[in-house]
C-alpha cells in the first residue's frame, strides 16, 4: 500500500492498493478474474475468449494458459493485420491461437450461432467473455477487500465490464463503500447487478457507480486527462493508464471534497 501526500486531498486519506503489480503478464483484475477460471479450462483443455487488437485481457488468459498447461484461443474483432502489434504477438508467443470476426459479427459474439461456429472450427473449449468477468471473476475480485490490512471507509475502481466492481463490493466489511468509475458511454449498472445476481443471488454491498468520467467512451481521452496523467506522474512518480486507473483517479480528485475529514479512502490500481 502507497500513501498519497498530495495539498489537494485535504484531510481525506488516500492509499493506493498496487494490484498491478502482482505479476508482470497477469496483472491486477487480470489475474484476479482468471483465476478461478483456470481448473475448469483444464479440464476441457482449451480456454476460448474475445478481445480487441490491443486487449491486455487476451494478453493475460494467453500467458496463464501457457504457466496452467492449457490452450487458449483469441477471438480478435476486426480484422487480421500483419504483422501483429506487440500485444497480439505476445499472445501468440504464448501459444495463444488467433481468430478474427469482422465488426458485424462481432457484436453477435454472444450469440448462439456465433458460439456454435466456433465450437464446429476449435472443438471444445471453456468460454470466458469479452474482458473476463464471469461468477468465477467476480469471486476473484471479491477478495481484494480482504487483502488490505489498513482500515477504510470508501474504495475507488475502474469500471469496463463490471467484474471488479461486482466482486470487490461484494468483499466489503459492513460500512465500507465501493465507488466505480466508469471507463464507457453505455450505462453499465445492470451489468454489475446482473454479475452480483449470478454469484450470490443478488445486488450486495454497497456500492455506485459514477458515469461522468468517460471522457468521451472506452479509450478516449481529452487534453484535461492527459493532463492529469502527466502531473500524477510528476506529483507522485506513478504513470496511470489512460484507458481505466487515469479515468478513476481523476474522479476521485474530483470527489474528495465530497468526504469528510479523516476518511481513508483505497485506489484500486490495476
Known amino acids: 500500500m502507497t500513501e498519497l501526500v498530495d495539498e489537494r486531498l485535504g484531510g481525506v486519506r488516500v492509499l493506493l492498493k498496487r494490484d498491478d503489480l502482482i505479476h508482470p503478464e497477469m496483472p491486477g483484475n487480470k489475474w484476479r478474474k482468471l483465476k478461478y477460471n483456470i481448473e475448469p479450462a483444464r479440464e476441457v483443455g482449451t480456454m476460448l475468449t474475445f478481445g480487441g487488437a490491443y486487449s491486455n485481457h487476451l494478453r493475460a488468459t494467453a500467458a496463464v494458459g501457457r504457466y496452467a498447461g492449457f490452450a487458449t484461443i483469441g477471438v480478435v474483432r476486426g480484422e487480421e493485420h500483419l504483422p501483429l502489434n506487440p500485444s497480439l504477438a505476445y499472445a501468440v508467443s504464448q501459444g495463444m491461437r488467433l481468430t478474427y470476426l469482422d465488426r458485424s459479427a462481432y457484436r453477435l459474439k454472444t450469440s448462439a450461432a456465433v458460439i456454435d461456429g466456433l465450437g464446429c472450427e476449435f472443438g471444445e473449449f471453456y468460454l470466458i467473455p469479452e474482458g473476463g468477468s464471469n461468477t468465477a471473476a467476480v469471486f476473484g475480485c471479491a477478495e481484494v477487500p480482504g487483502e488490505i490490512n489498513e482500515p477504510f471507509d470508501v474504495i475507488y475502481c475502474a469500471v469496463g465490464t463490471g ?58 481521452r481529452t487534453p484535461a486527462l492527459a493532463a492529469f496523467v502527466d502531473d500524477f506522474e510528476a506529483r507522485h512518480g506513478l504513470r496511470l493508464d489512460p484507458v481505466y486507473e487515469a479515468k478513476m483517479m481523476y474522479a476521485l480528485f474530483d470527489q474528495v471534497r465530497r468526504f469528510a475529514t479523516g476518511t481513508t479512502i483505497i485506489a484500486l490500481i490495476n
Open 163 to 220: 467484474g471488479t466492481l461486482a466482486g470487490v463490493a461484494a468483499g466489503l466489511r459492513p460500512g465500507q463503500t465501493a465507488v466505480g468509475v466508469s471507463v464507457l458511454k453505455a450505462p453499465l449498472e445492470d451489468d454489475v447487478v446482473a454479475l452480483q445476481r449470478a454469484a450470490y443471488g443478488g445486488r450486495t454491498g454497497s456500492w455506485r457507480l459514477e458515469n461522468d468520467y468517460h471522457f468521451g467512451g472506452y479509450a478516449k
